[in-house]
């Protein structure tokens, strides 16, 4: 028989955070480290559905685990490679103060990026940067089109290192 999340999701939020740790120890036999309240009571409902339900199948374990050993998975962030010049470019070397983000680099200057083999070259604007024959708000959404994921766009072009500015 299925349970009603609405109304334990209702009983688990008016539980304190050490309420809901002792809880969490009693579904998952093991103690939780998170103090973080939305997300102790989201995983005890998933929990309290997957004992009264039933957890995965026996197969969405086993086709996880062989997605995963297909996976181009990295172990570590990408080396960090001096850009290589462009005949006829500009390519940043060093900061470069400017009125909106003392890491951009100025206006007219092509960011070159190596990944996977594809040499990624975008051009900064004075609002916005081209990439591909189009023009991107931002270095971020440039990185997720061209990774397929969520990146930072000034770590994924070098332009910060360990959260300071480079001084190359």
């Known amino acids: 028989m299925a349970i009603d999340v609405k109304a334990a999701e209702r009983a688990l939020s008016q539980m304190?955070?050490?309420?809901?740790q002792r809880r969490?120890?009693?579904l998952f036999g093991?103690?939780?480290r998170t103090h973080h309240k939305t997300l102790l009571i989201k995983r005890i409902l998933w929990r309290m559905q997957a004992l009264r339900e039933g957890d995965l199948s026996e197969r969405a374990p086993q086709r996880a685990r062989e997605l995963a050993n297909?996976?181009?998975l990295r172990r570590?962030?990408?080396q960090r490679t001096t850009p290589a010049s462009v005949p006829g470019d500009t390519v940043v070397h060093a900061r470069i103060e400017t009125l909106s983000d003392a890491r951009l680099p100025a206006p007219g200057t092509l960011l070159r990026r190596e990944y996977k083999g594809r040499a990624i070259l975008v051009r900064v604007l004075p609002r916005g940067f081209e990439f591909d024959g189009e023009v991107h708000r931002s270095l971020s959404a440039i990185a997720a089109k061209v990774t397929g994921s969520h990146w930072n766009g000034y770590r994924f072009f070098g332009l910060v290192q360990t959260g300071k500015l480079e001084d190359s």
């Open 16 to 20: 304190t955070v050490p309420q809901l």
């Open 76 to 78: 570590g962030p990408p």
């Open 24 to 26: 969490y120890a009693e």
């Open 70 to 72: 297909d996976a181009d």
């Open 30 to 32: 093991d103690e939780t």
